[in-house]
């Protein structure tokens, strides 16, 4: 008989080698997911956001749903939250399970909270029936909550329910909960639960509201960010040369009314959101945007109320077209910054915009010394000319 050979064949190397790659991607799923006490379902899903997972049996007979819920908090003492919102598919209105770890005694607490409206989360008995309540953590840094619920009668009757999930930060000493996040995740942890097929179908709100933010921003970032900022640009430094007069005028002029109505469409976008966010109040972003949206509509009056060089006045409307102006710039290049802080957007976006501010900046100075240089080599000659009506040195 011949030696048995020590070295492992290919064959053996290869199902080593996908047992490898496979095997994390294995543990990211709902069907490796094991619970103690012999917790079984009938069904389980991956929820399409927040690495979150739903394990759940419904008993249509006596309109019973049980639910193991599996998600990772968004740092480390915060919290988690399945719910079901009876009227509608977000967050607000919806009657909450939450889990998170106390701090306090060490384990892991769980509530039911009544999620009125965002200004308004706290601890309360839900509007259906729920027992079997335990909320445990994992191994792996996850927490899980268990429950059954009686579901109501007009949820039963269709068969679907609007499921909503969410994870946090923190949990303050009296049960209040820090805000999560508004990443294009958490804006998507929302679903439509079938009961009896036992899929789920991902809502679509949250990509439409992150557009219409991504809209706002962009148009906002265009408008007082960009265009306003060049249009003080041109009106400061090209009209210095005498051969751009009124061309530099005019530049301006489109410029900044340019800016304007892009600004009042970036503006109109905000306002929209607004109204559909109730209890998301950014009251820093939203009363300088206020205050932009005023300055500038003030300013553009100026265009029309401009009078001649030399008019007397134009003294004063000198002082008022500028402060007005510099104010709008200031504002509205803090204002683009504060909405990138909010959207959160990839990396590079912030990246971008600031090197567009940094090049603005640096053409500013580049053209600040050659204007003063201008203006200093004009007072020079001016200087050494005679006066007109003397001659001979008189």
Known sequence: MPPLSSAPSPAVLLLCFWAVIISPAASLTCSSQKFSGNQVYSNCLDLPSLSSYLHFSYDSA?????????????????????AINPKDTGMAGSQSLVAYENSSTGGVQFRTYDVASYSSIVPKDLS??????????RSDGSLAIFAKIKVPTSLAASGKINQVWQVGPSVGTDGSLAKHDFAAANLQAKATLDLK????????????????????????????GILFPLGAIIARYVKTFESADPAWFYLHASC???????????????????????????STHRNI????????????????????????????????????GYAILVLGI????????????????????????????????????????????????????????YNNGN
């Open 256 to 282: 900044q009314v340019s800016a304007y109505a892009i600004g009042v469409a970036g503006w109109g976008t905000g306002l929209k959101l607004g109204s559909e966010s109730q209890g998301i109040t950014y």
């Open 197 to 224: 097929s036992g899929q789920s179908t991902a809502g679509s709100g949250g990509n439409d509201k992150l557009k219409k933010k991504n809209i706002h921003g962009i148009l906002n970032a265009v408008s007082w």
């Open 128 to 137: 259906f029936e729920v027992w079997d309540t335990s909320a445990v953590s």
């Open 289 to 324: 945007g206020i205050a932009l949206f005023v300055l500038a509509t003030v300013q553009i009056f100026a265009l029309f109320i401009r009078p001649k060089k030399d008019h007397k006045y134009r003294f004063y409307w000198n002082i008022y077209h500028h402060s007005f």
């Open 62 to 82: 006596n309109t019973t749903l049980s639910i193991g819920f599996v998600a990772t908090p968004s740092k480390s003492g915060g919290w988690i939250s399945w």
């Open 334 to 389: 803090f204002n683009v910054f504060k909405g990138l802080d909010m959207l959160s957007p990839e990396h590079k976006w912030k990246t971008a915009y600031l090197i567009v501010i940094i090049a603005l900046g640096g053409i500013s100075l580049l053209l600040e010394a050659i204007t003063w240089a201008v203006v200093l080599k004009r007072k020079s000659s001016k200087s050494t000319k005679p006066y007109d009506g």
